[in-house]
């Protein structure tokens, strides 16, 4: 099935009061225009609106005045529900249903939309393809017997489920631990290659909205508007002494979320295997570049960790516990800055980059990153 | 108990095994009907509670004063109404669930997590559709748990509508055991009412594992 294209969602003048008119308001006169497929990611300090301005396009909380249009239909002319049954919902804390397995969640908009089986049946699995669960041992899970990241990931595949053009998503990651929110992010920016949904994004971690925004809106208190713009444009040019305090001091540093590992040039390892030859495998080293170590990997080419010369002193072959240093793994999509900090983390200083399926696809070195960014001129 | 007599008389339980099984029947369908009824009961109170919280305080007032009159009050109250029949007993018995049930049917409700309401309804749920087909089969189990408190509590009580001519196995117990001091009846009534209780709650229980095969893998 082809995914449907994302829609075009503008605000148009809309602001939010909650209680009885004459408080100040939770969203202040919004205008702002997410185009179709990009990711705008919604960021600010509590109490900035952020969630406010989200739940507004789904009418889980309605505007006080003000438009909010989806592909130019105003959303406040169609039945709430069935606008929901058009946008896809992810939430923090997921609200996977306990009662239904993993099928049956996935299942639940097409289902409310009346589908055949047949169809919901195809469309389940394809979605479970899509976000790397094997349908034959997960369909009929239930959500208790799913890891965190699982159901995160099953969230973001029923919001999927009936293809709507549009993805509202609050704090998805906010809620797993560093490594396996880069993990999901990347994942999530990998789906959103293929079926280029227009998404709406929250979260307070800037970080986290310079890695996945095509465009990032940063609200302020009292949800004002304070910048619309890409993320490098906010990084070298804020527009407010709020957006620069906001962003933080360390602008210069959080220009490396702007590049991902795939934007640098790898360098490849030097790979042996449990069961090489010792000898053949020290020449190896000496005719290399000159790092000094090899990579130990596993049958399926993941990566074991590093062993130096000393290690692979005398004969015989190498043994799968050889390596002493463990190797510090990134992906494609791992921004400069994350994987510039695992480097550190690592006693060899390098960063083994591996593909969906854990295996090796190249080196990155602190080396590396600094030529990056000298290519890219000095932050301006 | 006269001296020499056996223990236990077999030979009367042998004769009177018409009686017991009517009192055995006449026990199980006051228990059934009573749960029933005050199960449908306390679902709309317990309804009411939630799209009205204020209702809730003076649900859960009136029902424990119900809970706390003394049966023989209760009869006192219900006999120029109903005289002295199985409603009176059955409409006695149904108060005495109410307390137990509404409240465990809102604590249920309540229990669902609002993570997962707040997606039902952001999916597309309409109100109606959410309650049937996401809140109430999450509140299942906690709602089953309190049937089945309220089903052997109510195996007990059945005894006290002996006092209206009833009674169940109660009449073994209080009529022809105590009243006559005849222990093999007081035996029979007391052994009875104990499998009686357990064998309801197992089968609630089954009940619960059949309707929630979900529950059990969230407590593993």
């Not at chain 1, 055949?116 to 009929?140: C, H």
């Not at chain 1, 490849?268 to 053949?280: E, K, L, N, Q, S």
């Not at chain 2, 007032?61 to 009176?88: E, K, N, Q, R």
């Not at chain 2, 409240?103 to 309401?117: M, Q, S």
Request: one cysteine or more; aromatic letters at 6%.
């Amino acid at each position: 099935m082809q995914d449907a294209a994302g829609a075009v969602v503008a605000f148009e003048h809309v602001t939010k009061r909650y209680g009885r008119s004459g408080g100040p308001p939770a969203v202040d006169d919004l205008t702002f225009t997410v185009a179709a497929g990009e990711i705008c990611v919604l960021v600010g300090p509590s109490g900035s609106g952020k969630t406010t301005t989200m739940k507004m396009v789904n009418r889980l909380i309605e505007p006080t005045s003000g438009r909010i249009t989806i592909d130019g239909q105003d959303v406040m002319s169609l039945p709430a529900v069935e606008l929901r049954r058009r946008i896809g919902y992810v939430i923090q804390q997921v609200g996977l249903f306990p009662h239904l397995t993993v099928a049956e969640n996935i299942a639940v908009v097409p289902g409310l939309l009346n589908w055949d089986k047949p169809r919901i049946q195809t469309r389940v699995e394809e979605l479970l393809d899509l976000i790397g669960l094997e349908a034959g041992s997960y369909a009929n899970r239930y959500p208790a017997e799913l890891s965190g990241g699982e159901r995160q990931r099953v969230g973001v595949a029923r919001a999927l489920a009936a293809d709507p053009p549009v993805m509202l998503m609050d704090e998805p990651f906010g809620a797993v631990d560093p490594i396996r929110r880069d993990r999901l992010q990347n994942e999530f920016l990998r789906l959103q290659d293929k079926v280029g949904k227009t998404v709406i994004f929250v979260t307070h971690d800037v970080d986290e909205a310079i890695k996945m925004a095509d465009r990032i809106a940063i609200l302020q208190r009292g949800g004002r508007l304070a910048q619309y713009d890409a993320p490098a444009a906010i990084l070298a040019e804020p527009a407010s002494e709020f957006v620069e305090h906001f962003v933080g001091a360390d602008r210069g540093l959080k220009r490396l979320s702007l590049n991902r590992v795939s934007d640098l040039e790898l360098t490849h390892p030097i790979v042996v295997r449990a069961g090489d030859d010792r000898a053949a495998a020290r020449a190896r080293l000496r005719d290399g570049d000159g790092a000094g170590y090899a990579l130990l990997v596993d049958a399926e080419g993941r990566p074991i960790g590093w062993i130096d010369d000393d290690e692979l002193a005398g004969g015989g072959t190498i043994t799968a516990n050889a390596a002493r240093a463990g190797a510090v793994t990134v992906e494609p999509e791992t921004t400069l800055r994350d994987a510039l900090s695992a480097l550190l983390g690592s006693s060899v200083m390098l960063g083994v980059v591996v593909d969906e399926r854990e295996r090796v696809i190249g080196l990155v070195s602190v080396e590396s990153i600094s030529d990056r960014l000298r290519q890219a001129g000095s932050p301006t | 108990m006269n001296a020499g007599e056996p223990f236990i008389r077999f030979d009367w339980i042998i004769d009177n095994l018409d009686q017991i099984g009517q009192r055995l029947g006449e026990h199980v369908l006051m228990v059934v009907a009573s749960v029933l009824i005050g199960f449908a009961i306390s679902f709309g109170l317990a309804l009411l509670a939630r799209s009205h919280r204020w209702t809730y305080g003076p649900i859960i007032a009136v029902t424990s004063t119900l809970y706390a009159i003394p049966s023989l009050a209760l009869f006192v109250l219900l006999i120029p109404i109903t005289g002295l029949s199985l409603t009176t007993g059955i409409v006695a018995l149904v108060l005495y669930t109410l307390l137990i049930l509404v409240r465990n049917i809102v604590v249920a409700l309540d229990g669902v997590p609002p993570e997962v309401v707040e997606a039902a309804t952001g999916m597309g749920y309409g109100p109606l559709q959410r309650f049937w087909r996401v809140e109430l089969p999450v509140a299942t189990p906690v709602i089953v748990a309190g049937l089945r408190i309220a089903t052997v509590t109510t195996v007990g009580l059945v005894a006290i509508t002996t006092f209206i001519g009833l009674g169940g196995l109660g009449y073994l117990i209080i009529n022809s055991g105590t009243r006559r001091f005849f222990p093999t009846s007081i035996y029979v009534g007391v052994a009875l009412c104990v499998v009686l209780a357990v064998v309801a709650d197992l089968l609630l229980l089954w009940l619960q594992r059949r309707l929630t095969p979900w529950a059990a893998a969230q407590g593993r």
